[in-house]
């Protein structure tokens, strides 16, 4: 696939994009995926222009000379925008944008475009424009010289400039979304405290973006979630229920992908499919193992996991994209010295080695369960129904009398609980000893 082919959209933006090559290493982006991240934004490239420097330029980040090389480019291009691979402060991009004489965005404004248009769900679409004020609020000036102040016939007094108003409007709206979210935050508590109750276990999807994790979690899990070879392609957290043979049944989790120099306050823009990550029972770190930089994306993950608390939630390593290495990868598990599973090779793509995948997960939660025989009273059909909730069935019968006969795996809260029930003519562990003490 070529990269930017974009027939599906009519008219595209045309862009000059401007990247910086820093000493420090600190400061540096990666090339390709500035190309990357355009790609997924939708614009169509002009031209690359490219420049050495030790430290920004405060003025222009990039100097007088190249700002000036940048505006011809823009002339000459007649582009509608130019993207710089690198976070600007609102000084510099405001200054650029004056000279250049077109819009001027930065790495993360051009994040956070991707953003606006991938977010789907109503939270995700809530957190994006969130995101984009608090972004906006930074970088508001006065734009209309002209009303300095608003006051007049029946609104005497000092009156508010533009950029007041402007001011006040923004931050009210920050406070309406905030409140909204916060709303909704509420009510995945209330979901997440409802599998602990369970015992269910989650299974958190994490990793750079791009390195398939949608793709990997639609093949578990059969969810037909948005998977597309883009950067940023979710940013709703999706959940799934899936029973893992030996181990029962757990939640799957997708999140957004990690990217390296995002601002901790841009990734927290999106909380819940971080609180997923922090709330884990067992982190899948996806690993696009084809990735020449897959070392250092590894690293950035792990910066990004440290940073919301979940550093001690156990992980699992998954290199993915094994057919796109040379020589060609056999899906395998590595163990470690105490024989736990600790890597898997996969193709999520293709479906290979998925199935050891789903196996050295299950390895994680082996023996949480009792592997009851339930007989139940065949006038309890309420009971019956509470059963089938708990989706744990591992045969289902009826008796000579027409009782219901049930073989089932249940935690160890789950069995405490309705092994009470007056409803039961037996209710026998088959396995005591496959409780994890």
């Not at 000059?16 to 390709?32: G, I, S, Y």
């Not at 430290?55 to 823009?74: H, L, R």
């Not at 609104?155 to 916060?182: C, H, M, N």
């Not at 592997?371 to 008796?399: H, M, P, S, W």
């Amino acid at each position: 696939m070529e990269l930017f082919d974009r027939l599906e959209r009519q008219e595209l933006e045309r862009a000059v994009l401007v990247h910086v090559d820093f000493r420090n290493e600190a400061d540096r982006e990666e090339l390709d995926e500035f190309y990357e991240l355009v790609d997924s934004a939708g614009a169509e490239i002009c031209t690359l222009l490219t420049t050495k420097r030790q430290n920004p330029d405060s003025k222009y980040f990039v100097g007088k000379g190249k700002a000036e090389e940048i505006q011809q480019a823009v002339e000459l291009y007649e582009a509608d925008v130019v993207i710089v691979n690198h976070a600007l402060t609102p000084a510099q991009e405001r200054n650029l944008s004056e000279l250049v004489g077109c819009q001027v965005l930065d790495r993360i404004g051009l994040i956070l475009d991707i953003f606006a248009q991938r977010a789907r769900s109503h939270e995700g679409k809530l957190q994006v424009e969130l995101a984009q004020l608090k972004r906006m609020a930074t970088r508001l000036v006065k734009g209309w010289t002209h009303l300095d102040r608003q006051g007049g016939i029946g609104a005497r007094g000092p009156g508010e400039t533009q950029l007041e108003s402007d001011r006040r409007l923004v931050q009210g709206r920050i406070k309406q979304l905030e409140s909204k979210i916060d709303k909704v935050r509420k009510q995945r508590d209330l979901g997440r405290r409802s599998r602990k109750r369970s015992e269910l276990p989650t299974i958190t999807i994490v990793g750079y973006t791009n390195a398939g994790k949608s793709t990997l979690f639609n093949y578990m899990t059969t969810a037909n979630v948005y998977a597309e070879d883009r950067l940023f392609a979710t940013l709703d957290s999706t959940l799934r229920r899936v029973h893992l043979p030996g181990a029962g049944p757990v939640i799957f989790a997708d999140t957004v992908g990690f990217i390296r120099h995002i601002p901790h306050d841009l990734v927290t823009a999106f909380r819940s499919t971080l609180e997923e990550t922090r709330e884990a029972s067992l982190l899948i770190h996806l690993v696009d193992a084809s990735d020449i930089h897959r070392e250092e994306k590894i690293a950035d993950v792990y910066d990004v996991i440290r940073e919301v608390g979940a550093d001690e939630v156990p992980q699992l390593v998954v290199f993915n994209k094994i057919d796109l290495l040379d020589p060609i990868v056999e899906p395998h598990i590595d163990y470690d010295e105490n024989g736990v599973a600790s890597r898997v090779w996969v193709s999520a793509q293709k479906g290979l080695g998925v199935e050891l995948l789903m196996e050295a997960v299950a390895s994680f939660f082996k023996g949480r369960f009792h592997t009851v025989d339930l007989v139940l009273n065949v006038n309890a059909g309420k009971k019956r129904a509470q059963l089938y909730e708990l989706g744990t069935i591992l045969e289902e019968g009826f008796d000579e009398d027409g009782n219901s006969v049930f073989t089932m795996l249940l935690t160890e809260t789950e069995w405490s609980s309705i092994k009470k029930w007056p409803e039961f003519i037996k209710a026998k562990i088959r396995n005591p000893d496959t409780l994890e003490k």
